[in-house]
Nanobody, 123 residues
């Protein structure tokens, strides 16, 4: 599977953005999908993940209640709805895929990556 992230841009604090991760390949539904973010000078950090078909999901404490991950297997797409954005959410956001469970917050645990999309939140 190949991944393509999009939807980033500039938003004001308190605003919203929706990121999309579009996948190619007929086996998309067999992969768990995660979102990570990476700010300048920082390591890539886990944001949220969603399971292959049951829709089970979990997210980092820093985004709980603000970000929601969802997927549409018919469209081979995973979404990250980002609400109540904060300046500290500014980063490049990446989607990633792996076989197996979603309880994998380390970037090294995800073996397929898309290119990033920049999110910038102004105060």
């Amino acid at each position: 599977v190949q991944l393509q992230a999009s939807g980033g841009g500039l938003a004001q604090a308190g605003g919203s953005l929706r990121l999309s991760c579009a996948a190619s390949g007929r086996t998309f539904s067999t992969y768990a999908i995660a979102w990570f973010c990476q700010a300048p000078g920082k390591e890539r950090e886990f944001v949220a993940a969603i399971s292959q078909s049951t829709g089970s999901a979990y997210s980092a404490d820093s985004v709980k209640g603000r970000f929601t991950v969802s997927r549409d297997n018919a469209k081979n797409t995973v979404y990250l709805q980002m609400n109540s954005l904060k300046p500290e959410d500014t980063a490049v956001y990446y989607c990633a895929a792996r076989y197996g469970g979603i309880w994998a917050p380390g970037a090294f645990e995800w073996n397929i990556w898309g290119q990033g999309t920049q999110v910038t939140v102004s105060s």
